[in-house]
């Protein structure tokens, strides 16, 4: 059987005035933290780890902080973009691994909803889903959260869900407009990250504060 692993890394630091995002929760505490996008550092890093098992770049690659369609957006889109990745390179969630690092506020009380919500964005079953929490000892890093996301992947034997998706594709004709760049023209306002995939170079953006 084929596997993949990926991990990912994000940190982002605390800001007055912003509400706070974490593994997809709305999460009750006095400050939230600063990005482009709603912040969610759980999610970047889950992104990445899933991104990274089949090397298709990074969050920053797909969603660059000078785009301002990402300006306040929900990190479940960027969590979406990288499931249909891994969907569409033929692999599928064995299990997901997440470590947050903050000194506040507690995820204990919340650990158990917040796997239950990751189940639900990774379509996968809570058992599945693994959420820890530490404390940035030593690291004088109390204004700031930190997340570690290890994703394991198995190849899918059936090929049903591939074959789906590309039925899903509109036409051959919006596949090569796509293809050639027209992203914008198709898409309007509206976002659809099955063609943005399409669209993007897999160049290594450093600069990634979403
Ligand atoms: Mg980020």
Known sequence: MSMRIGHGFDSH???PGVPLRLGGLAVDH????????????LLHALTDALLGAVAAGDIGTFFPPSDPRWKDAESSIFLNLAL???????FRIVNADVTLILAQPKIAPIAGEMRER?????DVLPELVSVKAKTP?????DHVAQAHAVVLLERVE???GLQTMVAEIESDQALDAVLDGELDELVGESVRT???KRTVIPVFDTEDIT
């Open 13 to 15: 630091a605390f800001k």
């Open 30 to 41: 006095t400050e939230g933290l600063a990005g482009h996008s709603d912040g969610d550092v």
């Open 84 to 90: 249909e990745e891994i969907q569409h390179a033929g």
């Open 118 to 122: 990751l189940a639900i964005l990774l």
């Open 137 to 141: 000892e030593g690291l004088g890093l």
């Open 158 to 160: 059936d090929t049903a």
């Open 194 to 196: 099955e063609q943005i």
